[in-house]
């Protein structure tokens, strides 16, 4: 199976800030990779499929990136509502694999 | 909109089998896939196995091939996950998902499944 890798585990970045995540594929998957948000508490929430299509209310700080086996999620200006935990997928082999997670903290 | 609403939490003995619920509105049940995701206490996504309604077809992840059954009842527009033998590692929220093209869109609330002795 496809192994995701995320980078980095952790990050620190201050309100207002630009933050990058990293995603990784152990072979390639096009673009057939999604990214989710989730917050202590609650189910994951899509925010980008297709490499770079924002899902539907998705807002325009969250941009994705990338295709093959490198991809990037961007979030342009950090709000306090966007300190989370974010999972990349690939779901262009069977079986859909994630990533193991990077948790986005306030600096 | 599109809503998935899941079986309650469920606590469980080591051995015994739990069969989770979940029940689609909004949306067509049979042209989507829906998927079931479950995540150990502290610990990441792992995908299990999906189910394509208007086929009734069932994919598995290698880890849970024999232990889990996803089946669906296209008339009341639900999915059903069973996973038999149960042991204490199988402690998580498990949560159905509504897949479109392999990405999950639209999540169920999760539903806490606790094995203890």
């Known amino acids: 199976e496809i192994v995701m890798t995320q980078s980095p585990a952790t990050l620190s970045v201050s309100p207002g800030e630009r933050a990058t995540l990293s995603c990784r594929a152990s072979q390639s998957v096009s673009s057939n990779l999604a990214w989710y948000q989730q917050k202590p508490g609650q189910a994951p929430r899509l925010l980008i499929y297709?490499?770079?299509t924002r899902a539907t209310g998705i807002p325009a700080r969250f941009s994705g990136s990338g295709s093959g086996t490198e991809f990037t999620l961007t979030i342009s200006s950090l709000q306090s509502e966007d300190f989370a935990v974010y999972y990349c997928?690939?779901?262009?082999?069977?079986?859909?694999?994630f990533g193991q997670g990077t948790k986005l903290e306030i600096k | 909109q599109v809503q998935l609403v899941q079986s309650g939490a469920e606590v469980k003995k080591p051995g015994s089998s739990v069969k989770v619920s979940c029940k689609a509105s909004?949306?067509?049940?049979?042209?989507?896939?829906i998927s079931w995701v479950r995540q150990a206490p502290g610990q990441g996504l792992e995908w299990m196995g999906r189910?394509?309604?208007?086929?009734?077809?069932?994919n598995y992840a290698q880890k849970f091939q024999g232990r889990v059954t996803i089946t669906a009842d296209k008339s009341t527009s639900t999915a059903y996950m069973e996973l038999s033998s149960l042991r204490s590692e199988d402690t998580a929220v498990y949560y159905c998902?509504?897949?479109?093209?392999?990405?999950?869109?639209?999540w169920g609330q999760g539903t806490l499944v606790t094995v203890s002795s």
């Open positions: 189910i394509i309604p208007i086929l009734g077809i069932a």
């Open positions: 997928q690939q779901y262009n082999n069977w079986p859909e694999t």
């Open positions: 998902a509504r897949g479109t093209d392999g990405y999950l869109g639209y």
């Open positions: 297709g490499a770079s």
């Open positions: 909004g949306g067509t049940f049979s042209s989507y896939t």
